[in-house]
């Protein structure tokens, strides 16, 4: 497992900052979501999704926020292309690059209607990923990312 200290100081923090979009509600959204998603240990989706990276991010929605947002962003695109790894796949990047990875996940939030709940408040953090990342369709719960990511945030936040 990843600590989540260093997941956040280390590769949370420093992308958001890179793509100018970062406050520390959207580095607890981005390091809850890695925690709920992938309880920071897979990096594919267990069975036979097709979700990638600690992020669990779908190709589809991967391509979807270039199709849809960055291709209409020429300064936010050159940014996040330069977190990626050259010579690797979008699909191998989401795998295998955190930084790109945290960058698509934020990106993935940012697009949403609503505004980010505030700094520590979990409830409001788990209904926007419920709504906007796991979508109300999806299998997860708001009271499964309030489980399985406020003990976390404590010590991380502590």
């Not at 990638?52 to 292309?81: A, C, K, S």
């Not at 191998?92 to 690059?97: G, K, M, R, V, W």
Request: overall charge negative; hydrophobic content about 40%.
């Amino acid at each position: 497992m990843i600590d989540p200290k260093q997941l956040r100081d280390l590769v949370i923090k420093p992308a958001l900052i890179e793509i100018e979009l970062y406050s520390e509600a959207a580095e607890q959204l981005v390091l809850g979501t890695a925690i709920v998603e992938s309880k920071l240990s897979y990096i594919k989706q267990l069975g036979t999704g097709p979700a990638l990276g600690l992020w669990q991010i779908e190709p589809d929605t991967h391509t979807d926020v270039y199709d849809n947002f960055l291709e209409y962003r020429d300064e936010l695109q050159e940014i996040v292309m330069s977190l990626s790894a050259p010579g690797q796949t979008f699909e191998e990047n989401l795998t295998s690059n955190m930084q790109y990875g945290a960058a698509i996940c934020r990106l993935c939030y940012y697009r949403a209607p609503a505004s980010l709940p505030d700094a520590f408040d979990l409830e409001g953090q788990a209904a926007y990923w419920k709504q906007f990342y796991n979508t109300p369709l999806g299998a997860g719960t708001e009271e499964k990312y309030i489980g399985e990511v406020e003990q976390t945030i404590r010590e991380v936040y502590a």
